[in-house]
C-alpha cells in the first residue's frame, strides 16, 4: 500500500520527466496486478476487488489532470486492467461514470477508453450487464446541458455499446466533431437504432428505452427522429 501511496504522488507532484512518470506509472500498473509485495491479484474476489478497485481509481484521479501523451498510454491499458481485475458490472459503471464525469478534461481519451471497455465485456459474454447500465445512465447523458454536448455524450455511449463494425469506425470521427455536426447526429440515429434493435432483446428494456426518448424528443429534433425510428420498428 505504501509504494502505491508514493507512487501517486510521484505521478501527482508534476515534477517528473516523461520518462520518469512512465517508469513510476509501469510500477504502479504492476502493483495493480500483484500487489506492494508481489503477491499475486489473481481471480475476483471480494480482497482483489477492493485492492483493484482502489488503485485503478488513483490512476483514473492522476488521468484527468495528466498531460496529453500519457493520457494515450493509460487508454489503451486500463480497460484490460479493468476487465481483468474488476466484476464486469463494476467495470462498466467505472468506466461509464468517469466518461460523464465533468472533472475528466481528456473527453476524447475517455470515449476510446469507453469503448475498450464495452467492447471486451462484449466479448466475455456479458452484454446484458452493458445494456442494463446503458438504460440506467443514458438518461442523464440524454439530458446533459449544453443540448450539443448532450448529443455528443449520447453518441459515443451508444457508438461504445454497440457491435456494428461501420459504426464503432466512427468514433475517430464522432469524437472529433461538435455534438450538433451532422456526422455525430447521423451516427447516433443509425447507432441509437441498432442499439434497440440488436441489443434490447427484452420488451421491457424497448418500453424504458423508448420512455426516455419520449421525455427527451421534446429537445431535439435527433432525438424526435430517433424516437419515430424505434416506434416503427415491428
Given at each position: 500500500m505504501v509504494t502505491s501511496y508514493c507512487l501517486h504522488y510521484r505521478l501527482s507532484s508534476g515534477r517528473s520527466s516523461y520518462s520518469e512518470t512512465?517508469?513510476?506509472?509501469?510500477?504502479?500498473?504492476?502493483?495493480?496486478?500483484?500487489?506492494?509485495?508481489?503477491?499475486?491479484?489473481?481471480?475476483?474476489?471480494?480482497?482483489?476487488?477492493?485492492?483493484?478497485?482502489?488503485?485503478?481509481?488513483?490512476?483514473?484521479?492522476?488521468?484527468?489532470?495528466?498531460?496529453?501523451?500519457?493520457?494515450?498510454?493509460?487508454?489503451?491499458?486500463?480497460?484490460?486492467?479493468?476487465?481483468?481485475?474488476?466484476?464486469?458490472?463494476?467495470?462498466?459503471?467505472?468506466?461509464?461514470?468517469?466518461?460523464?464525469?465533468?472533472?475528466q478534461v481528456h473527453m476524447k481519451s475517455a470515449a476510446a477508453m469507453l469503448v475498450e471497455v464495452f467492447q471486451r465485456v462484449h466479448r466475455c459474454g456479458n452484454s446484458h450487464v452493458i445494456t442494463n447500465w446503458m438504460l440506467l445512465m443514458i438518461g442523464n447523458a440524454l439530458k446533459r446541458?449544453?443540448?450539443?454536448?448532450?448529443?455528443?455524450?449520447?453518441?459515443?455511449?451508444?457508438?461504445?455499446?454497440?457491435?456494428?463494425?461501420?459504426?464503432?469506425?466512427?468514433?475517430?470521427?464522432?469524437?472529433?466533431?461538435?455534438?450538433?455536426?451532422?456526422?455525430?447526429?447521423?451516427?447516433?440515429?443509425?447507432?441509437?437504432?441498432h442499439f434497440y434493435i440488436d441489443q434490447l432483446t427484452v420488451n421491457d428494456h424497448r418500453v424504458d428505452f423508448v420512455k426516455l426518448l419520449t421525455e427527451v424528443a421534446p429537445l431535439h429534433h435527433c432525438y424526435k427522429r430517433l424516437l419515430m425510428a424505434c416506434n416503427n420498428v415491428t
Open positions: 512512465l517508469s513510476a506509472l509501469g510500477l504502479l500498473l504492476c502493483c495493480v496486478y500483484t500487489g506492494d509485495e508481489g503477491e499475486a491479484l489473481i481471480g475476483v474476489t471480494m480482497d482483489t476487488t477492493a485492492v483493484a478497485r482502489e488503485r485503478i481509481a488513483s490512476i483514473i484521479e492522476w488521468l484527468r489532470r495528466a498531460p496529453h501523451p500519457y493520457t494515450v498510454v493509460i487508454t489503451q491499458i486500463l480497460p484490460q486492467l479493468m476487465v481483468d481485475l474488476l466484476p464486469p458490472s463494476e467495470a462498466v459503471s467505472m468506466v461509464m461514470n468517469e466518461f460523464l464525469s465533468q472533472q446541458e449544453p443540448l450539443s454536448m448532450a448529443i455528443w455524450y449520447s453518441c459515443c455511449l451508444l457508438v461504445a455499446a454497440c457491435t456494428n463494425d461501420v459504426l464503432l469506425k466512427m468514433l475517430p470521427l464522432v469524437t472529433d466533431c461538435s455534438g450538433e455536426h451532422l456526422v455525430v447526429m447521423e451516427t447516433f440515429h443509425h447507432a441509437g437504432i
